[in-house]
């Protein structure tokens, strides 16, 4: 048995509207959790609700349907709130803005792939590509397994833009 909001579904139940049901249940955790800014992923879904990745997918669409949530790079799902200012810009814009928001300077050590992935919401191997673009601009130097990227150019916002 799987509980939905003190609902009890029988797993042998037919699966004709289950995907809504999973739907409403994340719409009821995105309501009472004001700090949920990223949906679990499918396979979390599939796990927490016993229910086929199809189910969870679907899920995923009504919810972006109705302007709970946008898919973010990596497969992942963003929560969106309403009134809520939201940067539709490039991620290897917003990365680079770091730069100037942390008042970061020539040589400064940059905050890795990981940290940055958490801090925009998205994979680890998404923000690797953003910052090998900003490497491949001159924004950054170095980079790689094990290596601390650094700051070689502070850009203007001039130059963002």
Same mark, same amino acid.
């Given at each position: ?12 139940? $037919? ?36 229910? $086929? ?69 998205? $994979? ?36 963002? $833009?």
């Amino acid at each position: 048995m799987v509980s939905w909001e003190g609902e009890r579904v029988s797993q042998q139940a $037919s699966p004709r509207g289950t995907f809504l049901r999973v739907a409403d249940a994340l719409k009821s955790r995105i309501e009472t959790d004001p700090d949920m800014t990223e949906l679990p992923s499918a396979a979390d879904l599939m796990r927490d609700y016993k229910v $086929s990745r199809g189910v969870a997918l679907r899920a995923f669409g009504v919810l972006q349907r109705d302007g709970v949530v946008e898919s973010v790079p990596g497969g992942r799902w963003r929560v969106v709130r309403a009134g809520g200012p939201v940067d539709r810009r490039p991620l290897v814009d917003r990365v680079a803005d770091i730069i100037l928001e942390d008042e970061l300077e020539a040589g400064a050590a940059f905050p890795s792939a990981s940290v940055l992935a958490a801090r925009f919401g998205v $994979s680890r191997p998404t923000m690797t590509k953003a910052l090998d673009k900003l490497e491949a601009a001159g924004v950054l130097a170095g980079g790689g397994q094990g290596r601390v990227r650094t700051v070689r150019a502070v850009p203007t916002r001039e130059e963002r $833009s």
